[in-house]
């Protein structure tokens, strides 16, 4: 018995030293990865120093990068509208477009005259463009014979990644060490602080209300609630060099400048996500061997239950004094997750 409680304790100290998450390589040996993008199994990567797009089939149980495009001018942020993929070509201060479906894929110039343009965004028919070099968000009309750029917003500071979500367009400013927003329905739009004091930060991709966000100086991905009156970063991954961010079936792909493509599995939880629960709702008995029971519910609430590597493997619907089944788990910490509360850490011996 002492010694299920000494493992147990071991455990959970070395998952509270974990913090964050853990993420895996997808492919490495790239030069210098940048922008993202997926069309069915294949994701697409901009490889800056590498002046190309490569791609990867990300069902192969060992992906392999192939050569989509390249003669590129420091290739960064990408979108797919249809067939056509959009291309922010940083170096050569411009927007191409590549038909993914050509036999022989070749770029065309969209609009060329950028400040070194990062993060690209497509609205209807109008195309967002963080020009990093002027500081602003500019944009232009795809449909349109002849582009021409027209400035949104100016004064944010140095623009690398922007996201939509409903009017506000969300804008990492990675000299300004900040996340800010606009709406860009609004006559003149204005910028306004979401957080400051991130490291540096680059890619941004929502996900829900969650915007996930790679702090380059920071060497790690946070995350913040874009519904919250004052935005917390937590920290999602550590130990990780992230650019830019792309979420397909709640899977984050990552790319670092180590000349990787990492991916982390989104419905993994981090210790930061449970924040234990110091409320009257309590499990009893704890430990636990066969039946977990919850007390102090005032109505019935969904739960999940996670292991200690916070992966979910049990969910339902529980009441006040009912009794969960646990006989099959095996021995070790778990978290009892409900709907709107904190979790509750329970061992089952």
Known sequence: MRQIYILATVL???YCNLIAQTTTDVVTGLDFPNGL?????YLYISEYTGSKISKIDITATTPTATDFAVGLEGPAGMLLNGNDLYIAEYDAGRISKIDITATTPTATIVVTGLNQPEGILLNG???YIAEY???KISKIDITATTSTVTDVVTG???PVAIVLSGNDLYISEYKGGKI????ITASTPTVTDVITGVLQPTGIILNGNDLYISEYNGDKISKIDITATTPTANDVVTAVSPWQLIIDNDILYITESTGTVSKLNLNTLSLSDLNLDTAKVVISP?????FVQVLGLEAKEIYKIYNILGIEIKNGIIDNQQQINIIKFTNGI????LKNRNAIKFIKK
């Not at 800010?180 to 709406?183: A, Q, T, V």
């Open 37 to 41: 993008t997926i069309n069915g199994n």
């Open 286 to 290: 704890n430990p636990v061997s066969e």
């Open 125 to 127: 028919n109008d195309l």
């Open 334 to 337: 778990y978290f009892l997750k």
């Open 180 to 183: 800010s927003k606009i709406d």
């Open 156 to 158: 944010v500071i140095g």
């Open 133 to 135: 070099g002027a500081n």
């Open 12 to 14: 959970f100290i070395n």
